[in-house]
Every structure is written in structure tokens, then in C-alpha cells.
């Protein structure tokens, strides 16, 4: 359960608009063609799910995280883990980690026309040397997408094999889309793969989110290429969901280089400063200030979050975003009773007094 709570924590603190590898362009069970900016960490987490039939209706998880990061020129480096590989002698008893490199060749994931990414990959439980071309098209509401993928030591096999996988998605609006996708190995064929979803962008948010259903265990390029079976034969229908996030590195800049620059806004040099008011642990330190009329007021950010100052009624302009470590100056020329708070804060509250 923990993870689930660090989870949530995350999916709060990092909901912004962010550029962001989207589900709305990618089935389930394709690597797609995108690569994250420089700078951005993309994490994806699927999790699905197995329930056994009575009497012991016990849950079977079968996870995989993604984490990939850009490193510029169209590179991104990636590893993917999952637990419940079909990979190994104790079938699904085994953890898979996947080391990849993809590099963008051609196009932009989620733009119209053709986007090509060429993926190389090391499977330490198969011990194989993998890879993967992915093509999309994207022509309006629909993008189809194919892969080519070889593996030297498929299922820790010792001849090396190829499978091939295509899929498509359709989105109904900005925020929802259907996906589907089959795969196999061949020659020989194996047990096929698919999955369908429905997949739905978290508005005014860069996540995307998946409800799925599939076969495929673990989402490596191994995982994606061969369906899971039941020990009797017959297949497995797992059920879950895809979740996406991007982190901007810079946002952690704080973390790594102390306080973040000053920031000046607001009135010009000029205006007397009659009061200050900091900006701290989500409160206004001074609830209320009384100035004289042409003097101003200094409210300065000591806080890690970003802060405004917002009048009532739109009595005055008020402030831009004020980032941490932002100071506010605003001139007051009308007496009058400002009361004020903060707009991502709508409990932070204030008064200025002008007489
Ligand atoms: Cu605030």
C-alpha cells in the first residue's frame, strides 16, 4: 500500500502541464516512438492483474515500471522492470529488467505523419540482446502503429528470433481514446499477444491514464511479444491500468543548488515601502498592514511553493505567480481596506489598509 500512497504524493505535486509521452497516441503493448525531451523524466507504470478462481480468490500483480530520460539529440535511456516475467524456469517467479536506448530517427510521436524510433535493449533475465523498430502514422484522430522486433536469445532460447506487433488508436475526443494491438513471435509463431484499452488524458494535467486488458506479462520488448498462458494451456486474461508521468529535472533544481535566484516583481524602483509581508509555511506572517496612500507594500516568497498576492473584487491588478524566493512590490494610491489572498491558496488570506 505505501506505494500507492508515494504515489498519489507524486501525481500531487507534479500536476502540471508538462510535455508528456501520452497513451492517447500508443497502445498498451508498443513501445511507441517517443523519446523525452532532455532534461525530462518520463515514468510509466502499468499494473495488472490476475484474480484466481474460487475458492482462494487470491490477486496476482503483475507490475512494470518505466523510467526514461532524454539526454538531446533525439536519445532517450531507459529500464523497465517487472515482476511475473514468462521469462526464466520459475515462470512467473522471476523479476525482468530491460536496459534501453531509443533514438528518435524521424518525426514527432503525436504529430501527423510517419515517426520512426529505433530501440536497442538488454534483458538481463533472458540474458538476450533485443530491439525494436517502431513506426507510427498519425493522420488526424488515429495513429497506427508497427513494430519489427529481434531478440538473440528469446526467452533465454538459444537462437535468436524476430515478432512483429502492430496496433492502432482512435480518439474520440482531446481526452479519450480507444487502443488495440495484437503481436507474436514467428517462425515459429507463438502464443499471440493483444491488448485493449481505453486511455484518457487527465485534464490540465500532462498524465495520461489506461484501463486495460491484455496478456502480456511485463511490457519489455520480450514481454510484448509473447502471450501469457494458463499452466493447462489455455490464456490468460490479465486486467490493470497504465499510469504516466513526466518530471522536469529543473524543478528539482532546489534540491541540488540550495535557494533559487531572487526574483523582483511588480512596482518600479521608487515606491516607499511601507510594510513588508512575508510569504511563509502557506501563510501571510502579517495578517493585516496599514499604510499611508503612494506608499507600497513588499511581499516576499520564503516558502518552496509559488504564491500570489490576488486582491478581492479585483480591487487592484495584483500579482503575477510570485516563484520562491519572488518578492512582490505593489503602490497603493487610493485609501481604501484591500483585502487580498492567494490564488493556489485560496486559505491564505491578507488585508492592506491604505489611509
Ligand atoms: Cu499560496
Known sequence: MTKHVWFAVLILVFAAPLDAQSL???PPNLGGTWVPDAGVVQFNFVHRFHVSEGPVNEVQNFPTFTFATGVGHGLALGWRFGTNSIIGPGRLDNNESEWFVRWR???????????????????????SGDGEI?????????TLSGAVRGMSHPFREPDAKA???GGAVVRLTNYIAMSADIGSRVSPTTRAVWSAAINFLIPGSPHTFSLQAS???TSTIQGNSQGL??????????????FTIPLHLKRFSPWFHGSPKPVALGAPAGAAIAAEVDMAAIKFAVESVTISAGQAVRWTNRDPVEHTVTFDGAAEPGSP???????????????GTYTYHCTPHPFMKGVVVVK
Not at 115 to 121: K, S, Y
Not at 134 to 142: A, E, F, I, K, M
Not at 229 to 242: C, V
Open 24 to 26: 492517447l497516441y500508443r
Open 105 to 127: 530517427a524521424h518525426g514527432v510521436e503525436g504529430r501527423d505523419g510517419f515517426g520512426v524510433a529505433v530501440t536497442a535493449a538488454y534483458n538481463e533475465l533472458a540474458q
Open 134 to 142: 517502431g513506426v507510427d502514422y498519425t493522420v488526424q484522430r488515429l
Open 163 to 165: 515478432a512483429l506487433a
Open 215 to 217: 496478456n502480456a506479462a
Open 229 to 242: 498462458l494458463r499452466f493447462d494451456g489455455s490464456s490468460q486474461i490479465l486486467y490493470g491500468f497504465e
Open 321 to 335: 505567480v510570485i516563484p520562491p524566493n519572488g518578492r512582490y512590490v505593489h503602490r497603493f494610491d487610493k485609501r
